[in-house]
T-cell receptor, first 111, second 115 residues
Framework: DAKTTQPNSMESNEEEPVHLPCNHS???????IHWYRQLPSQGPEYVIH???SNVNNRMASLAIAEDRKSSTLILHRATLRDAAVYYC????????????FGPGTSLSVIP | NAGVTQTPKFQVLKTGQSMTLQCAQD?????MSWYRQDPGMGLRLIHY???????DQGEVPNGYNVSRSTTEDFPLRLLSAAPSQTSVYFC??????????????FGPGTRLTVL
């Protein structure tokens, strides 16, 4: 299965944009890129997903490289409530039953 | 909708005891799964189910049993608890159809300590 690589931790100042990177150099053509986040003492929650084109929703934006070997989750204005662990995962039609999470990126937001 | 619910929220066991972690969802989702999360680590898949009567192993299935008799419920059983099973357990569900775009919904977790 294709794997993802993320930095262990990142810091951001409040109200500044945050770019969370994810590398997935072995991604296949049918893999969707999903992002989840886990707030302290809570279960993970869905953030955004995409296949090839950049995607926007009310929570974040997802920028996908042209070769799809990397992607970036963008939080446009970080708030203290965005402090969480962010997971980048790949989903495809052949292994969709198993959703595997890596260690993710722990984001700290500095007031 | 209540979403995904888990009981209990906290549990302390002695080594060798057995117990069942409960998970229920009211969204009529076909797919359900159990994860464990150890301190400072990501989630590891224990078991999953693609529908009532069908279960399969994930990454770390040893020491755990599951069954799926209804669409709504997916209990996780520890037959003989060990300290290595001290962890936070999350249940998740997602719609059927097998689309790679499916969103997973997670429960609030059960914090288990085995002494």
């Amino acid at each position: 299965d294709a794997k993802t690589t993320q930095p262990n931790s990142m810091e951001s100042n409040e109200e500044e944009p945050v770019h969370l990177p994810c590398n997935h150099s072995t991604i296949s053509g049918t893999d969707y890129i999903h992002w989840y986040r886990q707030l302290p003492s809570q279960g993970p929650e869905y953030v955004i997903h995409g296949l090839t084109s950049n995607v926007n929703n009310r929570m974040a934006s997802l920028a996908i490289a042209e070769d799809r070997k990397s992607s970036t989750l963008i939080l446009h204005r970080a708030t203290l409530r965005d402090a969480a662990v962010y997971y980048c995962i790949l989903r495809d039609r052949t292994s969709y039953d198993k959703v595997i999470f890596g260690p993710g990126t722990s984001l700290s937001v500095i007031p | 909708n209540a979403g995904v619910t888990q009981t209990p929220k906290f549990q302390v066991l002695k080594t060798g005891q057995s117990m069942t972690l409960q998970c229920a969802q009211d969204m009529n989702h076909e797919y359900m799964s159990w994860y464990r999360q150890d301190p400072g680590m990501g989630l590891r898949l224990i078991h999953y189910s693609v529908g009532a009567g069908i279960t399969d192993q994930g990454e770390v299935p040893n020491g755990y049993n599951v069954s799926r008799s209804t669409t709504e419920d997916f209990p996780l059983r520890l037959l003989s608890a060990a300290p290595s099973q001290t962890s936070v357990y999350f249940c998740a569900s997602r719609p059927s159809g097998g689309a790679a775009t499916d969103t997973q919904y997670f429960g609030p977790g059960t914090r288990l300590t085995v002494l």
